[in-house]
């Protein structure tokens, strides 16, 4: 196993506060839970900006409001996590930290945060999902613009073990079924791999930029994509005119089928952050900077909001949404730039504000225990 070491740079992004009231933070390590960061746990990643070496974790306990920022940090000495904390992922007793330009996955026990070793040789990481105890996988782009690949991770050395070809910039993945489900954001295709045999055995086509993925009760799978987005060079503002709309997948897991396409239409939004309730009968994503509730019975796309802040594209919308489920509240994450500390807002099951609390820069995703 390849210990862990210190890490170098740091990216860090920030988030825009909106109104909203403050939660009691814990920055004090005494303050903080002792040995016990699985307790009503809401682990948050924030990004952070990339070179600057501060990304970081924060951890909310959803039963008393204590927020502790900083935790691998506190946790270890001090030391750096490293550059870009693109998503965290918890299996059992550990927590898989995903660090993009950092190359490698820094693994940590989730009750202490303290550092258990690495998973390294990796190329520009994005997201990490265990099949059991003994194997993982982890989406890596290597490149911006050519075929990317999922490493498979025996998780008892820590160790890469094989590597499998997939599309264009795989991005989250989820298991279903014996197989693991990859979205090739740089692309048009789902990539669809045997777990048995870890080679993959069907490419499914959906609208272009597909970016996240959820399974409904009924074992469809829902894909969200953005289509493609041309920029205005004056700003880099994404251009009305030029750009396409994006679109919801279905797809009936028993036989692999895409079986009905949703397309919005505006060119310039995306749906991203799809994700599903508890009960798994209604999906939720992020559109035009508001949040959208989805019956997965529904025959067209539901365009009354959800959760509906006023303001529209192109401002800055939430830079990442999860969704409680031992409570069903809605948590959203607002990252206005990548200098500064962002915000976290909860959301109740009607979509009225509850509060909210400062996290670190740039919260872009939630691990909930």
Same mark, same amino acid.
């Given at each position: 196993?390849?210990? !862990?070491?210190?890490?170098?740079?740091?990216?860090?992004?920030?988030?825009?506060?909106?109104?909203? !009231?403050?939660?009691?933070?814990?920055? /004090?390590?005494?303050?903080?839970?002792?040995? %016990?960061?699985?307790?009503?746990?809401?682990?948050?990643?924030?990004?952070?900006?990339?070179?600057?070496?501060?990304?970081?974790?924060?951890?909310?306990?959803?039963?008393?409001?204590?927020?502790?920022?900083?935790?691998? +940090?506190?946790?270890?000495?001090?030391?750096?996590?490293?550059?870009?904390?693109?998503?965290?992922?918890?299996?059992?007793?550990?927590?898989?930290?995903?660090?993009?330009?950092?190359?490698?996955?820094?693994?940590?026990?989730?009750?202490?945060?303290?550092?258990?070793?690495?998973?390294?040789?990796?190329?520009?990481?994005?997201? !990490?999902?265990?099949?059991?105890?003994?194997?993982?996988?982890?989406?890596?782009?290597?490149?911006?613009?050519?075929?990317?690949?999922?490493?498979?991770?025996?998780? +008892?050395?820590? %160790?890469?073990?094989?590597?499998?070809?997939?599309?264009?910039?795989?991005?989250?993945? @989820?298991?279903?079924?014996?197989?693991?489900?990859?979205?090739?954001?740089?692309?048009?295709?789902?990539?669809?791999?045997?777990?048995?045999?870890?080679?993959?055995?069907?490419?499914?086509?959906?609208?272009?930029?597909? =970016?996240?993925?959820?399974?409904?009760?009924?074992? @469809?799978?829902?894909?969200?994509?953005?289509?493609?987005?041309?920029?205005?060079?004056? /700003?880099?503002?994404?251009?009305?005119?030029?750009?396409?709309?994006?679109?919801?997948?279905?797809?009936?897991?028993?036989? $692999?089928?895409?079986?009905?396409?949703?397309? !919005?239409?505006?060119?310039?939004?995306?749906?991203?952050?799809?994700?599903? =309730? %508890?009960?798994?009968?209604?999906?939720?994503?992020?559109?035009?900077?508001?949040?959208?509730?989805?019956?997965?019975?529904?025959?067209?796309? $539901?365009? %009354?909001?959800?959760? =509906?802040?006023?303001?529209?594209?192109?401002?800055?919308?939430?830079?990442?949404?999860?969704? /409680?489920?031992?409570?069903?509240?809605?948590?959203?994450?607002?990252?206005?730039?990548?200098?500064?500390?962002?915000?976290?807002?909860?959301?109740?099951?009607?979509?009225?504000?509850?509060? +909210?609390?400062?996290?670190?820069?740039?919260?872009?995703?939630?691990?909930?225990?």
């Amino acid at each position: 196993m390849k210990r !862990f070491t210190s890490l170098r740079g740091f990216l860090v992004a920030s988030v825009l506060a909106t109104g909203a !009231f403050m939660f009691t933070s814990c920055d /004090d390590k005494a303050d903080g839970p002792t040995n %016990t960061y699985a307790e009503n746990a809401v682990l948050i990643s924030n990004e952070g900006a990339m070179g600057h070496s501060n990304a970081s974790v924060s951890y909310y306990n959803r039963s008393n409001g204590t927020l502790v920022n900083q935790v691998f +940090s506190k946790e270890n000495d001090e030391q750096v996590l490293g550059d870009v904390l693109q998503s965290i992922a918890v299996h059992n007793d550990r927590a898989y930290l995903v660090m993009n330009n950092s190359k490698k996955v820094v693994v940590a026990n989730a009750n202490t945060f303290k550092a258990e070793g690495e998973i390294g040789g990796l190329e520009m990481p994005r997201y !990490f999902a265990a099949l059991d105890n003994q194997k993982g996988y982890v989406t890596e782009w290597v490149t911006y613009n050519s075929n990317g690949r999922v490493a498979v991770v025996d998780l +008892s050395t820590l %160790t890469v073990t094989k590597t499998i070809e997939v599309g264009v910039n795989p991005e989250k993945m @989820v298991i279903a079924g014996g197989k693991l489900y990859v979205a090739n954001v740089g692309g048009s295709s789902v990539s669809v791999i045997n777990t048995a045999t870890d080679a993959v055995e069907n490419t499914l086509a959906v609208t272009y930029g597909p =970016n996240s993925l959820a399974i409904d009760r009924n074992n @469809v799978l829902w894909v969200a994509s953005s289509n493609r987005k041309e920029y205005d060079p004056k /700003d880099w503002s994404v251009s009305e005119e030029l750009s396409q709309p994006g679109a919801l997948t279905k797809i009936d897991l028993s036989t $692999n089928r895409v079986t009905t396409t949703y397309s !919005f239409t505006r060119n310039a939004p995306a749906p991203t952050g799809i994700t599903t =309730n %508890t009960t798994k009968d209604k999906i939720y994503f992020v559109y035009d900077n508001k949040v959208y509730q989805q019956d997965i019975a529904a025959t067209a796309l $539901n365009t %009354t909001p959800f959760i =509906n802040r006023g303001s529209s594209y192109p401002s800055r919308s939430f830079s990442s949404l999860g969704l /409680d489920p031992a409570n069903g509240y809605i948590y959203a994450g607002k990252a206005p730039n990548y200098t500064s500390d962002g915000w976290v807002v909860r959301y109740n099951t009607t979509g009225a504000v509850v509060d +909210s609390f400062r996290v670190g820069v740039a919260p872009n995703g939630f691990t909930f225990r």
